[in-house]
């Protein structure tokens, strides 16, 4: 062979594995920006028991065409106590299912629609302004883009046809199935995308270059080589997303053992499914690649208790877990005893506050040695408060409606103000957050004094916080009259800090960028002292 159709081979092979992953992401991208954060709530309500777990994986997996971004979202409810570690083994096992449905749509011959298709995206994209229509057309687009891909990909493989080295490997393959895992599991590392690597193997299987018996192990070794993203995206994080990461590289290797024992059987299964439903190539890839998660799923569903402790037990720790969901708010008290509902909101708003000011710590402790897993915890926080803030609220909203004393009533009152006060603390040191992001990304040096004084100024804030939440928890006048002082130290200290910070930049000890990100800080500091102050004016009474 010439060695420019060897050279054209490569291109046209890495030119469309390129078109390929590009029209699958922007595919998922699609689709994930026209179900918007219903696939989030998805997860989140429909996997009270693992088996629901599975199906609600399987079907955000299916739409967004990414079991990585589905293992991403499971891991982040984890984190986030919406879901048990068991219930997210479910998720995982589902997404194993879910993405099987790309193997399905390359198995439709539809190849050569593949630019129409893409035409038809981008009218969508380009025409309407719409954005539930645009995401539409990006869908379509990265569908059409796939196909595109795939049919580039195809010209660049049957070439294979003629090169000896490529037949004596398939030929091996068939008399040393482990050759076959091994080589699907590589290639998929390396791509990183399993919905790739099942995608070639379909064309290699379709242009006849391989046979069934050398083609299954390779499937098997694809599922194995998936969970390197996870992996990978795990690295360095929370306990949870490790134990996640490492449940999906189990559940697939375990998978892959026991279905290189049953190859013949399994193989015959598939031969079987190609004649009875007539199936292409492609296509029988497709079913195979299917059942083979399906009955892997089913096979191992029952141990999920197992999978848990062995995965425990070989990651031990405890994580810092941040709970989104109130644990105090029961509607039942709001009709049968107002006065009993109004307590636990109280004490809701009071664990409320104490995330407030352990995220002000957090945020602290990240300006300080800028270590991600800080800013991580902080941000964990900020999103803990807003949905208490919405669930503290809707449920102070119903109970406004019953009847109350003039004291509770005045209770009531406070509690609600209090709430969007503390859920404003935590926008502010988000706010802090990404100044320290800008800080690092940039290369901004703030002086030695300028530290000091910051941190002076953040010590004073989380103390004031914590004061007023302990105010508002005992309803203690003389705590929430020392809040009020602090306050006045904190306006005092933002002036006075400016007031050296103009000194330094006209000495020129600091630079403007520095000193921007500098008086930000402080105003923003400033700024909590003031919702700080607003909580003890409650307790006080004194709130205008």
Do not use: W
């Not at 800013?375 to 919405?390: M, S, V």
């Amino acid at each position: 062979m010439a060695d420019v159709d060897v050279q054209q081979m490569i291109f046209e092979f890495i030119g469309g594995l390129g078109i390929f992953l590009f029209g699958l992401k922007y595919m998922g991208d699609g689709l994930q920006k026209t179900a918007g954060d219903q696939l989030r709530d998805l997860l989140d309500r429909f996997t009270r028991n693992p088996f629901m777990g599975v199906i609600s994986g399987a079907v955000v997996t299916a739409l967004v065409q990414s079991s990585s971004t589905t293992t991403v979202l499971t891991v982040g409810l984890v984190n986030a106590g919406f879901m048990s570690f068991r219930q997210a083994i479910g998720v995982i096992m589902g997404a194993n299912i879910g993405t099987t449905m790309t193997a399905f749509i390359i198995g439709i011959d539809i190849k050569e629609y593949g630019l129409p298709i893409i035409a038809l995206g981008s009218f969508l994209l380009f025409f309407f302004k719409n954005k539930r229509v645009a995401s539409i057309g990006q869908t379509i687009f990265g569908l059409g883009a796939l196909f595109v891909g795939l049919e580039t990909m195809s010209g660049g493989m049957k070439p294979l046809r003629s090169l000896e080295a490529f037949s004596d490997l398939t030929l091996s393959m068939s008399e040393n199935p482990l050759l076959g895992v091994v080589i699907g599991t590589l290639f998929t590392v390396i791509v990183q995308s399993s919905s790739a690597t099942i995608g070639i193997l379909q064309e290699l299987f379709g242009q006849g270059l391989m046979k069934l018996d050398a083609a299954l192990p390779v499937l098997f070794g694809d599922n194995i080589g998936t969970t390197i993203t996870a992996v990978l995206a795990a690295i360095g994080t929370s306990i949870s997303a490790r134990r996640a990461a490492f449940v999906h590289v189990i559940f697939n290797v375990i998978g892959a053992i026991v279905f290189l024992l049953l190859l013949y059987p399994f193989t015959l299964y598939v031969e079987y499914l190609q004649q009875t439903l007539n199936l292409d190539n492609e296509m029988t890839i497709a079913f195979a690649h299917g059942s083979f998660n399906v009955a892997n799923t089913i096979i191992q569903f029952p141990f999920i208790g197992a999978l848990a402790y062995i995965v425990t037990k070989l990651i031990p720790g405890q994580d810092v877990v941040v709970e989104y969901k109130p644990k105090h708010l029961d509607p039942i008290f709001i009709e049968q005893s107002p006065s009993v509902a109004l307590d636990q909101a109280k004490a809701e708003v009071i664990r409320m506050g104490e995330y407030a000011y352990q995220g002000l710590e957090s945020t602290s402790q990240y300006l300080n040695n800028m270590n991600q897993k800080h800013a991580d915890h902080a941000l964990q926080i900020e999103g803990a408060l807003n949905n208490l803030d919405r669930e503290i609220t809707e449920y102070l909203v119903q109970l406004s409606g019953t009847s109350f004393t003039e004291a509770e009533s005045t209770k009531h009152s406070t509690l609600m103000d209090s709430v969007r006060d503390i859920e404003r603390i935590g926008d502010h040191f988000e706010n802090i957050i990404e100044l320290v992001n800008y800080r690092i990304s940039n290369k901004v040096e703030i002086t030695e004094q300028a530290m000091i004084d910051l941190n002076e100024m953040f010590d004073l804030t989380i103390v004031t916080v914590k004061q007023a939440i302990s105010s508002l928890d005992n309803m203690d006048r003389e705590a929430a009259l020392a809040v009020v002082q602090k306050e006045d130290q904190i306006d005092k200290m933002e002036r006075k800090y400016r007031k050296k910070h103009i000194i330094r930049l006209n000495e020129g000890a600091c630079s403007g960028t520095a000193g921007i990100v500098y008086v930000d800080i402080i105003s923003n500091l400033e700024r909590i002292g003031d919702h700080a102050v607003n909580i003890a004016e409650e307790v006080l009474g004194e709130k205008k």
